[in-house]
């Protein structure tokens, strides 16, 4: 059993402990909600964007057979995958559950007869799939909990380039999607080819906009952008996750560590009661002898 001593020290470490993680948690909260911010943010801009391109899409004209982001292969053998986990961890099961779902893909991928280049995003998956021996064509770092769309374009903008000039056929994102602040998931998300599905009853009679100066030309301006901003999204929901899965996961290492020091400190109070009354039977005792 231990000893008044030991149970003090183990009382003092874990307060300690919960300091740290009651200020993580508080930081987390913090960022999370400067993400979700900027998920509302980019949302209506991202939203308008893909209406203007199911317009232009539905316009007929067979316009869009022209564009090389538009080319559907007729068999995939090259796909560019992208894996968003987080430079850190204490985050609950964020990276485990991202990279899971990127490994199983891998392997379907990989039994269908396809190539699968790797661009891992985030420390913790780098380090992943270095201990799993998985090589990867390219890695990066620099994205934290507020990236941006300048860093998103520079990531994706050779994949764009290697899929026009028919190198790849494909490429596909691996991240947590944000649904809400209770609900996140990790999702596989296709960027390369871009479809436009022609909705039902439309026609170019039937357009909200008014396009100046021609459909091909703004379509083809648009493509790109539409592709790098799901991109760019798909990069701040995966901020926006991770900062709610360190809040959960701080929030539930300092309830714990409230019950570790509850728990100790009953623990030392018995301890130390009990060392007392035996030393007042002992003096007792002594007395008895001695009388």
Do not use: W
């Not at 964020?94 to 199983?104: C, P, Q, R, S």
């Not at 790109?224 to 709610?244: D, G, H, R, W, Y």
């Not at 009354?277 to 007395?287: M, S, W």
């Amino acid at each position: 059993m231990a000893t008044a001593r030991e149970l003090k020290n183990k009382i003092r470490s874990v307060d300690n402990t919960k300091k740290i993680t009651r200020t993580m948690e508080m930081i987390s909260t913090a960022k999370a909600v400067v993400c979700k911010k900027r998920i509302e943010a980019t949302q209506p801009y991202g939203d308008k964007l893909a209406e203007i391109l199911q317009d232009l899409g539905s316009g007929g004209g067979g316009e869009s057979g022209s564009f090389p982001l538009l080319r559907v292969p007729e068999q995939v053998r090259r796909e560019a995958l992208f894996v968003v986990t987080a430079n850190r961890g204490l985050c609950g099961g964020y990276n485990t559950n991202t990279l899971k779902l990127a490994e199983k893909y891998i392997v379907e991928r990989n039994a269908e007869g396809v190539q699968v280049d790797i661009y891992m995003l985030g420390k913790k998956g780098i380090s992943r799939f270095k201990y799993l021996g998985r090589e990867t064509v390219g890695d990066d770092t620099r994205f934290e909990d507020r990236p941006t769309f300048e860093e998103a374009e520079e990531v994706i903008s050779p994949q764009m380039e290697s899929f026009e000039k028919g190198e790849i056929d494909g490429v596909t994102i691996v991240f947590t999607h944000y649904e809400s602040a209770s609900r996140q998931k990790p999702v596989i998300r296709k960027l390369l080819p871009i479809t436009i599905e022609d909705s039902e009853g439309s026609s170019s009679s039937g357009r909200e906009f008014i396009l100046e100066p021609s459909p091909e030309l703004i379509l083809g301006r648009l493509l790109p952008l539409s592709l790098k901003m799901q991109f760019f999204q798909a990069l701040v929901e995966a901020a926006a996750c991770e900062q709610i899965s360190r809040r959960i996961a701080m929030k539930n290492a300092t309830d714990n560590a409230e019950e570790m020091s509850k728990t100790y400190t009953q623990l030392y109070n018995r301890t130390r009661q009990g060392a007392i009354t035996q030393e007042i039977l002992e003096v007792i005792a002594g007395a008895e002898v001695m009388g």
